[in-house]
């Protein structure tokens, strides 16, 4: 989700979600680089040391809709229905640099509370995974709590982006 003043990544999500409604079909960037692609095979595994270390089942899902607005997420899965993980399998130097810092990378923020906006949830862990950390520092767990402020403001965001996605929309397709 992004979020108003955010430049040429809002831009270019703006315009590539245009694109879609434009041609009718998903446009893939195809950009995968080694971390990214290590990280979706390390998934699975720090899934596992997710659910080990804090005796959680994760429920995997597919992307949740939002009921009205054409908006969704794809969490990395559901705790019960009052919870969900945000699992990000990362190299050693992340790692390190999370754990000292604490809390949670702020990057991760809109994509973590529009996730609890999205599937009605009220705390987020936020995981971090390095396999080739000791066994100690390996898996990195930060709870994040709702924060219906932020949400409420996210929710009017992406309303606002979502209009203008349909405005330059219905403007194309009357060229």
């Known amino acids: 989700m992004f979020a108003k003043g955010q430049g040429i990544s809002r831009t270019k999500y703006l315009r590539k979600l245009v694109c879609e409604r434009l041609c009718g079909k998903a ?92 599937t009605e949830r009220t705390w987020w862990d936020y995981c971090s995974y390095s396999e080739d950390m000791p066994e100690n520092l390996r898996t990195y767990i930060y709870r994040v709590e709702r924060d219906d402020t932020y949400i409420t403001a996210l929710q009017a965001e992406v309303t606002v982006f979502l209009r203008e996605v349909d405005a330059l929309t219905e403007k194309l397709r009357g060229i």
């Open 27 to 118: 446009i893939d960037n195809g950009y995968q680089n080694a971390d990214m692609l290590r990280g979706q095979e390390q998934e699975q595994f720090a899934r596992a040391a997710y659910e080990i270390k804090t005796g959680n089942t994760v429920e995997q899902v597919g992307f949740v809709q939002h009921d009205t607005l054409m908006a969704g997420c794809s969490p990395d899965g559901l705790i019960r229905s009052v919870a969900g993980v945000e699992i990000k399998s990362v190299i050693p130097t992340v790692q390190l640099d999370t754990i000292e810092r604490g809390g949670f990378p702020p990057e991760h923020r809109a994509q973590i509370q529009g996730c609890m906006w999205l």
